[in-house]
């Protein structure tokens, strides 16, 4: 045989289904047992920059390879280059978990290669995200005249809430944009300065700039201050600005503080500005009967975020977007050209009318899974776990002598710093950045930091599926050694 002909020259089309078998089997083999013990890797990735780069051939193959050899290099050069975020030990940022049903209907969904842009394009993708986010509606505890969608983000959720109030309060912007029109005030959106910066991603996006957001301060327990807010807006106003929206937050990334939504409701409510709130992670704590509370006040916001692939078992990524005026945010969207004109048309949801992109994954499916498999009392119980645990971590840090909490614990985050021997707060500041470098290269668990009033603060966040007493147990005791062995 010439060596320029490949032996599989005859066959054009994909795997055959056999060898799929035989890989898929090895594949799910690999992932139960990744799943069950994957807290024997290092959480945080070991790896050098550049190096699994340099791992990597720099020209694409020509000929093709068998399965084998591709799992073969992921488990030789890209498995170390992982951080392990479905590690338990994981409490950085926010912890989330890839649970096993979530998995499974995520694999499912890749072999669909659903593309749900019209209702026709797969009925049962648009009809599912209907009753799931109507079911996680309903374990929110949110009115039923919110209608719902699923993207991607958070991000990409408070940029179509922003860009729909944008809508409401400059009608023709679809059309005429904004660039050059003079006749326009300045437009103004409003948020703590503990928001999360997706926000200001979104004012830049919109055009409106940075500097339209206006960071209201917080209070001694970081929560936005509504007096500061209404007197912010009233003085906006009678210079002819234009206030677009108020974002509150329930649960902010540096603290989980809740704003008090309430008060911040009334407030839009009398200057009819567009309330987002940004529940990301902390929504799903209202499934909690501690905290079924959480989003008392929301009911009258315009528009929600919650992620589920935050704090409820679903794989990265879902988010869920909760909106009183779906209509408005089509009217900022729709736009069908005659290839996408369909018979059903006024009959039925087309789901990428209610967005910028056109194409979207069947992600309702993974949600679903994971709310059948574990069942509202299942999911529930997991996150009271959580929050006991974040509980009996802060009692650890109040009882010592050598730590300090620096805010509030009201769901599962704890943020604390070391106290070494100095007096000095920048000298504090640096203990506690080598006290977390240490931490995080040991390997056994990782955590990430946050500035609160200035000074460097840790962060221990509990959200993964897998955590127990165990790994929070040997996250307090490893903080203990290394913080000794650094003062001395
Ligand atoms: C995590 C988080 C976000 C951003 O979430 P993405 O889904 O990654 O865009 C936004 N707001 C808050 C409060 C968050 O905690």
Redesign the pocket.
């Known amino acids: 045989m010439p060596d320029n002909k490949r032996a599989d020259d005859h066959l054009l089309g994909d795997m055959d289904a056999e060898t799929f078998r035989q890989n898929g089997y090895a594949l799910v083999n690999w992932i139960a047992e990744y799943l069950a013990t994957s807290d024997h890797y290092p959480v945080l990735s070991q790896s050098k920059p550049g190096e699994i780069r340099a791992a990597l051939p720099k020209d694409p193959p020509v000929k093709g390879t068998s399965f084998e050899n591709i799992f073969k290099d992921f488990d030789d050069i890209l498995l170390p280059g992982i951080t392990h975020w479905n590690h338990p030990g994981f409490f950085g940022?926010?912890a989330i978990s890839a649970s096993a049903p979530g998995v499974l209907a995520e694999f499912l969904s890749a072999a669909l290669n659903v593309q749900a842009m019209l209702w026709r394009t797969s009925p049962s993708a648009t009809e599912l995200e209907e009753v799931t986010l109507s079911w996680l509606r309903q374990l929110l505890g949110l009115p039923d005249c919110y209608e719902a969608v699923i993207y991607?983000?958070?991000?990409?959720?408070?940029l179509h809430a922003l860009t729909a109030a944008r809508h409401r309060a400059i009608p023709d912007v679809g059309t005429r944009g904004l660039a050059g029109r003079r006749e326009l005030g300045m437009l103004r959106i409003y948020a703590s300065e503990q928001?999360?910066s997706?926000i200001d991603k979104v004012a830049m996006t919109l055009g409106l700039g940075h500097n339209a957001i206006r960071k209201i301060p917080v209070d001694a327990e970081f929560k936005l201050r509504p007096d500061v807010l209404q007197k912010t807006i009233e003085a906006d106003i009678a210079k002819g600005e234009i206030p677009i929206a108020v974002v509150a937050?329930v649960?902010?990334?540096s603290t989980t503080s809740v704003d008090p939504v309430g008060a911040i409701s009334s407030i839009c409510a009398e200057k009819r500005i567009w309330l987002h709130v940004?529940?990301?992670?902390?929504g799903s704590a209202a499934l909690v009967p501690d905290t079924h509370n959480i989003l008392d006040g929301c009911s009258q916001a315009d528009s929600l975020?919650v992620?589920p692939?935050?704090w409820l078992f679903t794989p990265f990524?879902l988010?869920a977007f909760y909106c009183r005026h779906m209509d408005i945010v089509r009217s900022a969207f729709s736009l069908t050209p005659d290839y996408l004109q369909t018979p059903e048309a006024g009959k039925v949801k087309n789901l990428m009318d209610t967005g910028v992109q056109l194409g979207r994954r069947f992600r309702a499916l993974k949600l679903w899974a994971v709310i059948r498999y574990f069942g509202s009392d299942g999911l529930r119980d997991r996150l009271a776990d959580h929050m006991r645990l974040a509980k009996l971590f802060a009692k650890w840090v109040d009882e010592s002598e050598d730590f300090e909490r620096t805010a509030p614990v009201p769901l599962s985050v704890v943020c604390f710093r070391a106290r070494g021997n100095s007096e000095d707060e920048a000298d504090t500041d640096l203990l506690n950045e080598q006290l977390l470098e240490r931490i995080n290269t040991n390997g056994e668990v990782f955590l990430s930091h946050t500035r609160l009033n200035g000074r460097f603060t840790l962060r221990l966040a509990i959200g993964h599926i897998r955590t127990t007493d165990k790994h929070v147990r040997r996250a307090w005791e490893l903080l203990v050694k290394h913080r000794n062995l650094i003062v001395g």
Do not use: P
């Not at 940004?278 to 902390?282: E, G, S």
């Open positions: 940022y926010f991607d983000t958070a991000s990409i959720a408070s928001a999360h997706s937050t649960g902010t990334t940004d529940a990301a992670y902390a975020v992620n692939h935050k990524d988010s």
